[in-house]
């Protein structure tokens, strides 16, 4: 019989890549979600039957081990940028991080994969950094042969980082940004579940690995890139964290008054904390070339999906082609 694995948060941006790519390699996929009835569109990854949501709440232990029953191999993928609510900080990347790695050596699974973040620091500046390295040493307490996977910005066909800005871009002359001179290595998403799938098949020795694009570039120059993919000239103004922080603050009340039905998509105190600091590959860390992952840069890709930006949208190859017919 196909071997089984379980991805929690499998129908998320990371986790869908994954399931697709250990479906087409046969293993039998169980996805873990909090709404599986959102989660149906994972079903064609595979034969009928071999991509199958489940519900889980990470939350919840019982709910935990439900899920994992009868696996080989485990996939975490469940992350928030949220730090109030049930689903903050602490219940999603250590509580849940901790229930998932302690329920996997209970089990006797195989293979634990868990997807972190570049800058996960117990001494960060941000909460998100702390509890993503909390998060990292719960799994590792209790799972120490797990594999670590530590991306930095994540970019890809649904993701919220050139999308957001590309979004902007489309109404806004200049965009406003906080953190501008702090430096990524933007990975694609693909290349993160391929790394993923080499862990959970076992061709990845366990430890952690960072996971940085072939390029570094601040965020100012990456969203300069953007604009000739949506063919926009929009003005990338670098401002001071002293003259976003109070903007920060006010939507940041405005989500707590209003108990989230206002959600600060914007920017938050916690990220300018977490722009502090460049989000690189450290020097003489283990990534993608350990894991013989040549990554693809993110002007590969951008163009195919950042299209619907653009002022004509999925016409703007037809007017070009237009403009040079002959008049007649």
């Known amino acids: 019989m196909s071997k089984l694995v ?3 948060g499998g129908s998320g941006f990371v986790g869908r890549y994954v399931a697709r790519r250990l479906a087409r390699l046969g293993w039998r996929v169980r996805i873990a979600v909090r709404r599986p009835n959102e989660a149906l569109f994972v079903r064609p990854y595979g034969v009928p039957g071999q991509v199958e949501p489940v519900l889980c709440n990470i939350r919840n232990e019982a709910s935990v081990r439900r899920a994992m029953a009868g696996a080989d191999a485990v996939v975490n993928c469940v992350g928030t940028f949220r730090k109030g609510g049930r689903n903050n900080f602490d219940s999603v990347h250590v509580q849940g991080a901790d229930h998932i790695a302690r329920a ?14 570049l800058g996960a620091d117990a001494e960060g500046p941000s909460l998100y950094a702390r509890s993503k390295a909390a998060g990292e040493k719960a799994v590792l307490e209790a799972f120490p042969a797990a594999v670590i996977l530590r991306p930095s910005v994540i970019f890809g066909t649904e993701d919220r980082f050139f999308n957001k800005f590309a ?11 906080a953190g501008g001179k702090c430096r990524f290595q933007p990975v694609h998403v693909d290349d993160v579940a391929l790394a993923a799938v080499k862990a959970v098949t076992g061709e990845a020795a366990p430890g952690i690995y960072e996971l940085g694009g072939p390029e570094t570039a601040t965020l100012a120059e990456l969203l300069k890139r953007m604009m000739p993919v949506i063919r926009r000239r929009r003005l990338v103004l670098n401002l001071p964290s002293a003259l976003m922080a109070p903007l920060a603050f006010g939507l940041d009340m405005a989500e707590a008054v209003s108990f989230g039905l206002i959600s600060n998509n914007v920017i938050t105190r916690d990220q300018l904390k977490m722009l502090r600091r460049d989000n690189v590959a450290g020097e003489g860390a283990k990534g993608f070339a350990d894991l013989g992952i040549t990554p693809v840069a993110p002007e590969a890709v951008l163009p195919d999906y950042l299209w619907r930006f653009r002022p004509s949208g999925q016409f703007a190859a037809i007017k070009d082609s237009a403009k040079n017919l002959k008049k007649a």
């Open 6 to 8: 379980t991805i929690y």
């Open 167 to 177: 979004g902007m871009a489309q109404f806004m002359p200049v965009l406003p940004l």
């Open 104 to 117: 996997a050596a209970a089990e006797g699974v195989a293979q634990l994969v868990h997807i972190s973040a």
